[in-house]
């Protein structure tokens, strides 16, 4: 794959200049990222796969090792099968992080919670097309409130639930594996979906970048990145690791030796 025009001298930008919790939330990165290149690759560590009981050491972790943001996981047992973690838990957590973190609502009716995410810290929050019927109000919401705002797809969402977000959204989330659980196998029709939504961005002249999320390793993540892909969200390739400080710096370059364009 071709390297985007100087995609590999280019230096890791810190997010949003290293502003994390104690920024305002339009200050603190997060997942579209604002000021970034296009075709930089972002790496985010998702907590999903980490050791709850010391989840600061995981933050610390993944800044030591050059990570672009943390991926909050919160589930509500209705929206998928499993329980996670919320408010109280990333308010302690954007206390000690310098890195953005970018909240994943995987919960039904996220309008109700999106205000408390973002007071306790959230730079981006993404919420799920299929967990709200008022879409566009649950976006703007979060743009409103300072966060950059994310849909995310699941993999049998069309992508045409997007078609008419395309000028709303700060980044789209394209679900790789059915959302619920780390360490699950990568769907690899996820791929010509990344494609159609990049057209499908682009066609609508917007420059928001796509972040995928599950099953991405150093084997799935050249082909999703060449697919136009450009946040990666790792949980298991990362925590489930023996050395996650070397798999973030591994997926990374497996990662940018293949950038789109
Ligand atoms: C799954 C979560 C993911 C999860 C990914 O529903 O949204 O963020 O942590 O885990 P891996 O990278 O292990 O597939
Ligand atoms: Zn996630």
Do not use: C, W
């Not at 997010?15 to 930089?40: D, I, Q």
């Not at 045409?160 to 029709?189: C, K, S, W």
């Not at 892909?229 to 489930?240: P, R, T, Y």
């Amino acid at each position: 794959m071709k390297l985007a025009d100087g995609a590999n001298e280019r230096q890791r930008v810190s997010p949003a200049n290293g502003a994390g919790h104690g920024a305002p939330a339009s200050e603190r990165g997060g997942a579209s990222g604002g000021a970034k290149p296009p075709g930089l690759i972002r790496i985010a560590p998702s907590l999903l796969s980490a050791d709850f009981a010391r989840l600061g050491e995981a933050v610390a972790l993944a800044e030591r090792a050059g990570a672009d943001m943390i991926h909050f996981d919160v589930m509500d047992g209705h929206f998928v099968p499993n329980i996670t973690i919320g408010v109280p838990v990333l308010a302690s957590l954007a206390r000690v992080s310098r890195l953005p973190i970018d909240v994943h609502l995987m919960i039904e009716q996220p309008d109700r919670f999106v205000e408390a995410f973002i007071a306790a810290g959230a730079a981006s929050v993404t919420v799920h097309a299929e967990a709200t019927v008022h879409l566009h109000r649950v976006v703007h919401l979060i743009k409103s409130l300072g966060a950059k705002a994310g849909v995310a797809l699941n993999p049998a969402t069309p992508i045409t639930a997007l078609e008419q977000m395309a000028g709303d959204v700060d980044y789209v989330l394209v679900m790789t594996v059915n959302p619920g659980f780390g360490g699950q196998t990568f769907i690899p029709r996820s791929e010509s979906k990344v494609r159609a939504v990049r057209e499908l961005l682009q066609r609508e002249g917007s420059a928001a970048p796509i972040e995928v999320d599950g099953g991405i390793d150093v084997r799935t993540a050249p082909g999703i990145v060449a697919a136009g892909a450009e946040i990666l969200v790792a949980g298991n390739a990362v925590f489930g690791s023996a050395d996650p400080e070397r798999a973030i710096r591994e997926l990374r370059a497996a990662a940018t030796a293949s950038v789109a364009r």
